[in-house]
């Protein structure tokens, strides 16, 4: 599947998932108000699905917060370790400099002058003799003393000489040059200069060296006028990567191009941005940013005041974030990296699915191409009950994983796979029968032990002959007569789903538009809103349901160049055992979960663990509790550090010329002369302690350690999530 032209997601009943209502946004000056998806090569001939009724458009011209293009571009982004924020970022050295402290800097400069003023002064008058003025006499003519003019021009010449050399040596004890670039130099940064063409991001030299020439003047004027936002610039990038990946494409990319300017490879809904952002975002390296590094003994010098940003590197290896409610997780960064998620959407190289309780978005309606209010009337599209897995077993083993996941270490064989096999000898002949899985009413039947369910099920395996399927309907009737058969348990947990508000959902006979999990092989941006307050346990089934099919799909992708994201605004009882070693698999699929909890008590206690050893990011806000403190210092770990004793000790003197040295250097320093014994040693210590983390955060501050998909690390950095 192709991932970097325009192409509609379909779910598995072939129901095109729908986009915003309301028209395309009105393209910019210079672009063409056509749409550019029917110029791409292989792109679906249907691709403009219905809309869903009531849904607002979004404004099209485009939001007050995006940068401006041109200082955007052409900002500089070097390499740097997982975590920063490369947008402008200047690296800082690996050590604290010794810097003097100001009130000795400038009193001691003052005084380097006042000396070096003195000692002209006394040469100048002749109080020193006249012998500095050998070299004058030395290496001068004696014709020149005969000219008074030509004397004096190479007297005026020596002296300066002489004078400057004095300025410089005294200026340099003084420190002048530091107290020059601490206080003048800093202040005031360069203007930034316009690059020649050939390095200029915005006159798109990479298209003018493959000969497209037309192709990147259309593209540089765009970018000057501001009609070529920040996704557009992303977008386009994503489609010439696509075009290196197979070279026939080239005519068909340079034609969209030079017709629809900054329009062209536009995202299947049309839409080239969103309508708010809240966050600072980088579409160049999907870097948005969520913080800055306080600058604190416990953070390492080379991070202090840094940008905090993640990006799809990071969020490959899973990220878990945990804190109180109140703390900052939605807003601070669950929010910016749905918003992240969604623009990397429309610049087609991402697609993400959040999931929250209904009415606690965690952002607008407007950002998503659907958003699936499960329990709500009036909503379009209902959620695949099933994943869109044709095979029974597969089918059978995300189901189980929903409803019995956060149970399977107390049934028999400490997992699922007992639920799985039940659910399968169940749902395989109704298949077979039907043309498609139970939907939640039958299937709570068949494993409740309904003879006339069974029965009928029964006799239409016998009418079309398969027996193959009836042995797994007897062998479910045999194990259905044990006393710890698990059929009990999974008609009790599907009881849930099958309730008055849920009457709508989940059906499988292809009578509602469904969505699938299957889709993420496209650039969607969906939003499941779960009714919480209502519904709690049924919530944590369809959380659970959401997760497994999310990695199953995410596992099972072709085209892996899409990164893939699901995050859960709140994963209470949603990690099971069988989550844990599916998110450690995701990293190489190019695809990662986020988990957002208000304390790892909502976490079975045999997996708190291996979640934090399976995700590489993690995340701890201020008011943890102790107990969940303990696991992130655990997890963490402990650190060699160099201690430093020191003993002052005042030196007294009662000789009159050391005592005036002493009071000088009392007056220059501001401290008194004493005698320093310093003991060094190097001991271990925990990188941040339980109690640290539980009393020692400042409200709206957490503290994030990173892990890239490559294998890179950032220590366990204290960040404050408001700047």
Known sequence: MESEGTFDARGTRANPVPRPAGPPPEAPAGASPEPARAEWPDAPSSHTPSMPPGTPALPGHAPTTRPAVLEWLRTPRPQAEPGIWRLGHRRRPDEEPELVPARRLFSGALISLLTGWLLWSLLWNGYLGRYWLWPLLALTPDSWRADATTWANASYVYYAIVGGGMLVFFARIGHVPEIWHRYVVRRHKPAPSV??????????????????????????????????????????RRAWQGVHARPERLAAFADTVRRHGPAACAHPSGLRDLPVRTATHDLVTGQVKIGTVVDDSRNPYARRTTGVALEPALLGTSLLAVGPSGSGKSVRLVRPVVESLCLLALANRAAVVAVTAYGAAVAPDGDFDLVISV????????????????????AARMLAEALVGDLAAGLPGGD?????TALAQLIGPYQCVHGHFPAVPELRELLGGAPSALDELRSALRAAGEASQLRELDARERQSARGDDIGVLLAERIAFLDRPAFADFFRTDGGARQFSLRSIEHPLRVRIDLPERGHAEAS????????????????????????????????SYTVTADSVRAVQRLRTANAGVVFALRTLEDVPEALRGPLLGAVGCRMAFAGLAP????????????????????????????????????????????????????????????????????????????????????????PPLLVDLRT
């Open 195 to 236: 690059p020649a063409p050939a390095a200029d991001p915005a006159d798109w030299p990479e298209l003018r060296s493959a000969g497209l020439d037309d192709a990147a003047a259309r593209l540089g004027e765009a970018a000057r006028s501001g009609a070529l936002g920040d996704v557009d610039y992303a977008r386009i």
């Open 375 to 394: 329990g709500r009337a009036g909503t379009t599209h209902d959620l695949d009950l099933y994943g869109g897995a044709d095979d029974p077993d597969e």
């Open 416 to 420: 699922s796979r007992r639920a799985a």
């Open 540 to 571: 944590r089934i369809i959380a659970r349901l959401v997760l497994a099919q999310f990695t199953e799909a995410a596992l099972a992708r072709t085209d892996r160049s899409l990164f893939a994201c699901l995050v859960l605004d709140d994963a």
């Open 627 to 714: 107990w969940d403190g303990g696991h992130f210092a655990e997890t963490w770990g402990t650190e060699w550090v160099q201690t430093r004793d020191v003993t002052n000790r005042q030196i007294i003197s009662d000789e009159p010329f050391t005592k005036a040295l002493h009071m000088m250097r009392r007056l220059v320093t501001g401290r008194a002369v004493t005698a320093e014994a310093v003991t060094v040693r190097e001991v271990e210590r925990a990188r941040w302690s339980a109690s640290d983390l539980a009393h020692g955060l400042p409200a709206g501050h957490a503290v994030l350690s990173l892990t890239s998909v490559r294998g890179e690390h950032a």
